[in-house]
């Protein structure tokens, strides 16, 4: 067995091989990306293995919401590459013309993820492409409780990702050994608890940090919208994983009638997907008992039914009330409260209650609906007519907002979030136009000054960007640079 990395060890290594300048290159960026997809092609079988094992996750769901997720990235990613590193220019104002100015992304330099148990290779490898891509040397905690793909990662990954990628198994204290290693970026994905503890850690080293968490994220459903073809979706986005994904939708709100029209349609999706009795696995005794115990005293409508042997829930829909345990916090489980209101205010008047989610589904053909909700709720992402999608779509940020979350990442939101963004000026010696703000400063350049060079409204209009980069091409070539 290849022996564990320690955190020191791991963080000194992806240090050294940031600040050697060997992961600025887009060749090397590109080698890295290369390697990430081919270890996803040529070890698919020993990773879904390791998937089944920690999690019972068939090869078929195993490609569709872990491995080829990943891919999907790595290809968006090398796809985009060449526009997201390039110089993007900046208007410049009037007062400082001539000038030109530009931002250019820069690696961060060691970039460390916190992966959760949840779907373990996914969300420790997604936000490693963002990284890679923007250069960073990048070390990886998998989550503890799955310990296969823990196992797994760390073999591979050291061999397809040799100096790129460092992967540290262990547990709670492994991850403070290394929040307590110098680091510039810290990726978590995990509970709200766990998150705090993080954000302490990262806080005292002035480590910034993207935490993706969680929260209840509410389906709500009115009358406009086939009950059957809502059902199938809704039962698809929850009981996924068991139910033990963050984006899940975590109940249905409704108004009454529509809640009691939708009971039949969503038993009858559960035994068409899932099949009649069948009980979906938690990861572990723990988590299996924190489910069971949020049922307790609750309105059953159908399954309930546990084995605690095979750790397994069967799939259950519950009638909810606003105040009961099972609606104060995230059930990560398969579980699916039912929440009646009076009417759609009411519905809002819920959500505005409660802290944001991490997504919000709508199932509603009224424009007049679905414009409200886009316009008058927070949450990290909202989707009309399916959950959980908005995961895959590596063009649309992914994070929450509030208690859900801070920072987002996927596509060219994971390169800006692993890159800093350097501002660059370059102003002429000649003509010298800065002269009238130099001091002392008498009546004739205060006139300018106030009038034309800063006035209260602009009276020049500002150098637009596309001009600025003109500018810049310019000073580039007469100087020979690059």
């Known amino acids: 067995m290849i022996p564990v990395q320690p955190a020191q060890t791991a963080v000194a290594a992806a240090r050294a091989a940031a ?122 905690k998998p989550s503890e409780l799955a310990p296969r793909t823990s196992a797994v990662l760390s073999r591979w990954v050291r061999e397809y990702l040799d100096g790129a990628v460092w992967v540290v198994e262990g547990g709670r204290e492994t991850a403070e050994g290394l929040l307590a290693e110098p680091l510039d970026h810290v990726f978590f994905t995990g509970g709200e608890a766990a ?15 993207t935490l993706e968490l969680g929260g209840k994220s509410p389906a709500y459903v009115d009358a406009t919208v086939p009950a059957g073809a809502a059902a199938r979706r809704i039962v698809w986005g929850k009981f996924l994983n068991g139910g033990q994904t963050c984006v899940a939708p975590d109940y249905v709100l409704g108004p009454r009638p529509v809640i009691d029209a939708l009971v039949a349609p969503l038993q009858a999706a559960i035994a068409g997907q899932l099949g009649d009795g069948r009980g979906l696995r938690m990861v572990n005794q723990a988590h299996f008992d924190r489910v069971l115990g949020l049922l307790a005293g609750e309105d059953v409508i159908s399954g309930g039914r546990t084995d605690r042997a095979r750790l397994w829930i069967e799939p259950t829909l519950v009638r909810a009330r606003a105040d009961s345990p099972l609606m104060q916090e995230e059930i990560f489980g398969p579980v699916l409260p039912l929440l009646s209101v009076d009417d759609e205010d009411a519905a809002f008047a819920h959500l505005r209650g409660r802290p944001k989610p991490l997504a919000l589904y709508v199932f509603s053909e009224s424009a007049a609906t679905r414009r409200r909700f886009e316009l008058e709720t ?66 004739v350049k205060d006139t300018i000054l106030r009038s034309l060079v800063m006035p209260i409204e602009p009276r020049l209009p500002a150098v637009p960007a596309w001009l600025s980069a003109a500018l810049r091409r310019g000073r580039r070539g007469r100087r020979g640079g690059s």
Do not use: C
């Open 19 to 140: 600040a050697s300048g060997v992961t600025r290159p887009l060749a090397w960026r590109r080698r890295q990306l290369l390697a990430l997809r081919a270890m996803l092609r040529e070890r698919r079988r020993e990773l879904e293995a390791a998937l089944a094992d920690d999690l019972g996750k068939s090869g078929t769901d195993a490609w569709l919401h872990e491995l080829g997720l990943v891919a999907g990235e790595v290809s968006h990613a090398l796809a985009h590459l060449d526009e997201w590193t390039r110089p993007r220019a900046a208007e410049v104002p009037a007062a400082l013309a001539p000038a030109a100015a530009w931002t250019r992304p820069e690696p961060l330099g060691v970039v460390l993820v916190l992966g959760p148990w949840n779907y373990p290779l996914m969300l420790a490898l997604a936000p490693a492409v963002g990284a890679l891509a923007a250069g960073n040397a990048v070390v990886i």
């Open 195 to 209: 998150a705090r503890a993080v954000a302490a850690a990262a806080a005292r080293q002035l480590t910034p940090v």
């Open 378 to 443: 927070s949450s990290g992402a909202l989707a009309f007519g399916v959950p959980a999608a908005h995961l895959g779509m590596p063009g649309l940020p992914f994070g929450g907002v509030g208690a859900s979350g801070m920072g987002a990442y996927h596509g060219e939101h994971s390169f800006r979030t692993f890159s800093h963004i350097k501002a660059v000026l370059d102003k002429p010696l000649a003509p010298d136009t800065l002269a009238v703000a130099y001091p002392p400063h008498g009546r």
